[in-house]
């Protein structure tokens, strides 16, 4: 097991940056811009992991038409300047950070990115976390969301491995 002084990831140039010892994991809401054209999903999932595998960043997005919905991790100057390049990325609006925390270990350790979706399969298990009768993240509080990342993440990897209760 890691702790805050190893980092156990990739090594960079930017390794001697103060703070870049400490790993964190920041999760935040947003809404996705309708004005973007309609490959744009598949060019932001691209474009994330490219860019954080070359910048040892890991996590999950969660995308539907209307929200994202991500948990990255990284060195603390890598998320700080992810976080402001999010801030200032016009593809996505209204961005809440829901949790930003020092961690010992990844829980995404290997994901450049992953992706996952809200689908029928998995709509009654988000719908069990939900304020409301329709999917909306920014009525749901940081336990709500992030059991919502926990379940999904778990879901998909039942069903790469072949098993999932139907």
Known sequence: MANARTVPFPINQRDHEPGAHIMMRLTYISRYNPQNPPIELARILEQAQNNNKARA????????????????????????RLLRALVNDKRHFSLQIIDCIEVVERRWQKWSMKYLTLSEQNKDEVFKLTAGTSFNPYLMNKAQLLMMIDALSKRQEQQEQGYVAT
């Not at 960043?57 to 998320?79: C, H, K, M, W, Y």
């Open 57 to 80: 960043i890991t996590g999950v997005l969660i995308i539907n038409e209307d929200f994202f919905i991500q948990s990255i991790e990284g060195t603390r100057p890598a998320i700080n």
